[in-house]
């Protein structure tokens, strides 16, 4: 027997760490050849690592939310054979020879190649439940909850859907290493039927529930807390009569074609965003403050902030002054699926010079959004809502939104922002001069 040490390989783009965001294994798991060891985060994109051999876990070189080094060693296994350590003569540390295959980081898939005969599999007693695949271990239905103050383990899109369904992780039991819970472990505690929900419902809870800030929700937080310390806000609300907008997208989403996509209002407002930024340039900015330098950007290039089962993001459509309605409508699609689907790139995570957010339905009235540091600018877009208006002689019905838009004041101007806005808001609300050069 022998032994294995994996280090944290190269996850490219000359990334020189990366954050431990999540252990797939515990020390005494058995494990096989490409089984999902850990996940690591590198600025937003999340790689899986997995195991170059088959083995037994010995060690765990780090905990949730460390911060690794590339090339730091992070697993430690036993394996068959002389593995890749050797003990130097002399009483020196053990020596890690360069490993005939790395572990290299799943971030998507590779061309087929010919594999060799399988091995034998090791008898069924001894094979954790790590290293069997997760179709073939059925979450578990039963079992005591835990004792008071004891955390359940879970990942981050786990506690997230059990925060939104109201659901107690205590009372959930976990049919993973260490009594993880998974996904499967939820929709299993849901069939128990409503008479399980109806002992739990009404019981006092006493119980504090410590998380760790880690990988995207800790990202987000350092960025707002930088934005908020450093940039002075001030915030512009305008109402929009969206009335014809609506109609002229109405009417632009009954001509179906396979080449078009639906129009929602994110295009008109980009192109919109366009035309006033070619009129305003000094809004489509980096501020570098420490240089005390703005870096005005010739390209306009959007950033849309979506939300995703793991947090806040920003991809971003580049070159929007390029692209037209339905150009602008294919890639915010594109990149929104990316985004959810956590497979968005960094550079289609980057690059943005000035910021849409929008939470759709839920936009409220108004809002105060935080600039995307180091931008200069960020537009909000409120919920469309069927209000009355005055015309001079009477109250009519007409779909009104509000944008609320916050600029850095170091470097703009209120007149300048509400210049803007106006801008924005007379091209919204006469739409035909959206397509007019």
């Given at each position: 027997m022998g032994e294995h040490v994996i280090k944290l390989p190269d996850v490219g783009e000359g990334v020189?760490?990366?954050?431990?965001?999540?252990?797939?294994?515990?020390?005494?798991?058995?494990?096989?050849?490409?089984?999902?060891?850990?996940?690591?985060?590198?600025?937003?994109?999340?790689?899986?690592?997995?195991?170059?051999?088959d083995g037994e876990i010995l060690w765990l070189g780090a905990e949730i939310g460390d911060t690794v080094a590339i090339g730091s060693p992070i697993v430690r296994l036993?394996?068959?054979g002389e593995g890749n350590v050797k003990a130097e003569t002399g009483g020196g540390d053990a020596k890690v020879e360069a490993p005939a295959k790395s572990a290299e980081p799943?971030?998507?898939?590779?061309?087929?190649?010919?594999?060799?005969?399988?091995?034998?599999?090791?008898?069924?007693?001894?094979?954790?439940p790590a290293a069997a695949p997760k179709a073939a271990r059925p979450a578990s239905t039963s079992g005591a909850p835990r004792a008071e103050g004891e955390k359940p383990l879970a990942s981050p899109a786990v506690r997230l859907r059990a925060r939104e369904a109201g659901i107690d992780l205590r009372q959930v039991p976990g049919s993973g290493p260490a009594?993880?819970?998974?996904?499967?472990?939820?929709?299993?505690?849901?069939?128990?039927?409503?008479?399980?929900?109806?002992?739990?419902?009404?019981?006092?809870?006493?119980?504090?529930?410590?998380i760790k800030v880690v990988g995207?929700?800790?990202?987000?937080?350092?960025?707002?807390?930088?934005?908020?310390?450093?940039?002075?806000?001030?915030?512009?609300?305008?109402?929009?009569?969206?009335?014809?907008?609506?109609?002229?997208?109405a009417t632009l989403n009954k001509e179906k074609r396979a080449d078009r996509p639906k129009l929602t209002l994110l295009p008109f407002l980009m192109r919109a965003m366009v035309k006033a930024i070619a009129e305003q340039p000094n809004l489509n900015a980096l501020?570098?403050?420490?240089?005390?330098?703005?870096?005005?950007?010739?390209?306009?290039?959007?950033?849309?902030?979506?939300?995703?089962?793991?947090g806040l993001v920003v991809p971003v459509v580049k070159h929007a002054e390029a692209r037209d309605l339905?150009?602008?409508?294919?890639?915010?699609?594109?990149?929104?699926d990316a985004a959810k689907a956590g497979t968005a790139s960094r550079d289609e995570?980057?690059?943005?010079?000035?910021?849409?957010?929008?939470?759709?339905?839920?936009?409220?009235?108004?809002?105060?959004?935080?600039?995307?540091?180091?931008?200069?600018?960020?537009?909000?877009?409120?919920?469309?809502?069927?209000?009355?208006?005055?015309?001079?002689?009477?109250?009519?019905?007409?779909?009104?939104?509000?944008?609320?838009?916050s600029f850095d004041h170091r470097v703009i101007d209120g007149w300048d922002a509400a210049v803007f806005v106006q801008r924005i808001k007379a091209l919204l609300e006469t739409p035909a001069l959206i397509f007019v050069d």
């Open positions: 020189a760490e990366a954050e431990l965001v999540e252990w797939h294994v515990k020390v005494g798991d058995l494990v096989r050849e490409d089984t999902v060891l850990a996940a690591v985060m590198t600025d937003k994109a999340t790689v899986e690592i997995p195991s170059p051999v036993k394996v068959a799943k971030t998507e898939p590779q061309p087929s190649a010919p594999k060799p005969a399988p091995k034998p599999a090791d008898p069924p007693a001894k094979v954790s009594g993880r819970i998974s996904h499967e472990d939820i929709d299993a505690f849901v069939a128990r039927g409503p008479q399980l929900a109806r002992a739990t419902g009404l019981a006092r809870k006493d119980g504090v529930e410590d995207l929700r800790r990202k987000i937080a350092e960025k707002m807390s930088l934005a908020k310390s450093r940039i002075p806000h001030i915030t512009y609300v305008e109402e929009i009569d969206v009335t014809s907008l609506e109609e002229l997208r501020f570098d403050d420490e240089a005390g330098v703005i870096h005005q950007h010739e390209g306009i290039h959007i950033g849309i902030a979506a939300q995703t089962p793991n339905w150009d602008s409508a294919v890639e915010v699609n594109r990149l929104a995570l980057s690059g943005s010079t000035i910021t849409i957010t929008s939470l759709g339905a839920m936009g409220g009235v108004a809002t105060t959004p935080v600039i995307n540091y180091p931008e200069v600018a960020i537009v909000g877009v409120n919920k469309i809502m069927v209000r009355p208006v005055w015309d001079g002689t009477q109250f009519i019905p007409r779909k009104m939104m509000n944008l609320s838009s």
